[in-house]
């Protein structure tokens, strides 16, 4: 019954391989963020800080806190997904000053790190928040 357990609870290689990539990527995407959003999010999902502390941090309303962090997923979703895209545009080859904007982020987190580093560094805990604010 055991070796039941174990099997069920054991997670595939190549599972194993895609969660490490994305917590990669997300990692890096955070880092790449600009500050605001990137202390919202690490602030709101990592240190558990409610939207009125955070307000009170930055010097604005909670309204604005929570417009901060719907971009910020908007653009943590937009440039992660584009990792997987086989064809991402280079950033002086597209027209148009949001897509530029989305296209230099989506090469940002591309370029952050190496497919071996995003494997050894997937932990996103609340002991890593200082590392993505940049504090360390």
């Known amino acids: 019954m055991s070796t039941c357990s174990s099997t069920r609870n054991s ?5 194993e391989l895609e969660t490490r990539e994305l917590h990669g990527y997300l990692r890096d995407a955070i880092g790449l963020l600009p500050e605001r959003h990137r ?3 690490v602030g709101y999902f990592l240190e558990g800080r409610t939207s009125q502390e955070l307000a009170d941090f ?12 719907s971009e910020s997923l908007l653009m943590l979703q937009e440039g992660i997904e584009a990792q997987y895209v086989s064809e991402t545009p280079d950033p002086s080859e597209v027209t148009g000053r949001v897509a530029r904007r989305k296209a230099t982020y989506a090469k940002g987190i591309s370029e952050a790190s190496d497919f071996a580093d995003r494997m050894e560094q997937i932990n996103l805990i609340e002991s890593d928040a ?5 504090l360390r």
């Open 58 to 69: 930055l010097g604005v309303t909670e309204s604005r806190i929570s417009q901060l962090r």
């Open 39 to 41: 202390l919202v999010v």
């Open 130 to 134: 200082p590392a993505i604010v940049g």
């Open 11 to 15: 997670i595939e290689p190549s599972v």
